[in-house]
C-alpha cells in the first residue's frame, strides 16, 4: 500500500484553489472542478461533493471544515521570504518562531481554518 495524499474538504473551492495558488504560490498540476491536485500531491476536494462520495448524503452540518484537528505541513528553504510574502494575506496563528526540535516556522489559517504549517528543510 502506498499513501498518495491528503484531500482536505473545502467550502469554496475556487477560493481555496486561489489561496493555495496565489498565496502560497503552489503550481496546480490538475483541475477537475471538484478537485484540484497541486505539485508535491497536496490536493484539495469540494467538501460538499466529497462528502456525497464517502458518505452518500448531503452534508448538513454547519460547522467548518478545519476544527483545528490537522495540520496541513510545508517546507520553503527561504522561510522569511515566505513569510514576508505571505503575511498580510493570510489569519496568522504566529510569526517565525524556533521550536524545540530547531526548526523555524510559521502557523496561519486557510480559508476553511485547517492549520498550514510552513517550515524551513531540516
Not at 473551492?13 to 486561489?18: E, G, M, P, V
Not at 521570504?81 to 524545540?100: F, K, S
Given at each position: 500500500?502506498?499513501?498518495v495524499?491528503?484531500?482536505?474538504f473545502?467550502?469554496?473551492?475556487?477560493a481555496?484553489k486561489?489561496?493555495?495558488a496565489?498565496?502560497?504560490?503552489l503550481?496546480?498540476?490538475?483541475?477537475h472542478?471538484d478537485?484540484?491536485?497541486?505539485?508535491?500531491?497536496f490536493?484539495?476536494?469540494?467538501?460538499?461533493?466529497?462528502?456525497?462520495?464517502v458518505?452518500?448524503?448531503?452534508?448538513?452540518s454547519t460547522?467548518?471544515?478545519?476544527?483545528?484537528n490537522?495540520?496541513?505541513?510545508f517546507?520553503?528553504?527561504?522561510?522569511?521570504?515566505?513569510?514576508?510574502?505571505?503575511?498580510?494575506?493570510?489569519?496568522?496563528?504566529?510569526?517565525?518562531?524556533?521550536e524545540?526540535?530547531g526548526?523555524r516556522?510559521?502557523?496561519?489559517?486557510?480559508?476553511?481554518?485547517?492549520?498550514?504549517?510552513?517550515?524551513?528543510?531540516?
Amino acid at each position: 500500500m502506498k499513501f498518495v495524499n491528503p484531500l482536505p474538504f473545502v467550502s469554496d473551492i475556487a477560493a481555496s484553489k486561489a489561496f493555495y495558488a496565489d498565496v502560497m504560490g503552489l503550481r496546480i498540476v490538475e483541475d477537475h472542478g471538484d478537485v484540484v491536485m497541486f505539485e508535491g500531491g497536496f490536493a484539495i476536494h469540494a467538501g460538499a461533493a466529497l462528502f456525497r462520495t464517502v458518505f452518500a448524503v448531503d452534508d448538513t452540518s454547519t460547522l467548518p471544515y478545519g476544527r483545528g484537528n490537522l495540520v496541513l505541513y510545508f517546507e520553503e528553504a527561504d522561510l522569511d521570504g515566505a513569510y514576508a510574502r505571505m503575511c498580510g494575506h493570510v489569519d496568522l496563528i504566529h510569526d517565525i518562531r524556533q521550536e524545540t526540535w530547531g526548526q523555524r516556522v510559521f502557523r496561519f489559517y486557510d480559508p476553511d481554518r485547517h492549520i498550514v504549517e510552513v517550515g524551513e528543510p531540516q
